[in-house]
């Protein structure tokens, strides 16, 4: 638990690095299971999801410490959201049956937040 005097930034911040690092490590036993035991139709869609958790969460977890805005939070929270709709969009289109219906949301919010990120780093 963060001590009583730690900025709340400072906290939101360790929590975007940490789900990051738990997103990339998941990201891993979704490729494994991708290629050892998922249907041969569904490997294509599961290793998608999977790459494109574990780059994300790699990202958040480098990036995280480094914001030093509301809207560097923003940016990155925003790629959470979107990697959390592409990536369990795909992961419940083969695992479910289910249409991947949030996928394009996931993306359209991946290219947002990485916008974001970007205005806000030129920002200095």
Do not use: K, N
């Not at 900025?7 to 990201?27: C, D």
């Not at 289109?93 to 394009?104: H, I, T």
């Amino acid at each position: 638990m963060p001590a009583h005097d730690t900025p709340v930034f400072v906290v939101y911040r360790r929590y975007l690095a940490a789900i990051g690092s738990l997103l990339a490590g998941l990201s891993v036993a979704l490729s494994a299971y991708a290629m050892h035991a998922a249907a041969a139709s569904d490997q294509a869609r599961l290793l998608q999801a999977a790459i494109f958790a574990f780059l994300h969460g790699l990202a958040l977890t480098a990036l995280a410490p480094l914001a030093q805005r509301p809207t560097g939070l923003l940016a990155l929270a925003m790629l959470l959201g979107g990697v959390f709709l592409f990536s369990g969009s795909l992961l419940a289109a083969a695992l479910m049956g289910l249409e991947p219906a949030l996928a394009p949301f996931g993306g359209s919010l991946l290219i947002a937040g990485w916008l974001l990120h970007a205005y806000d780093r030129l920002r200095g």
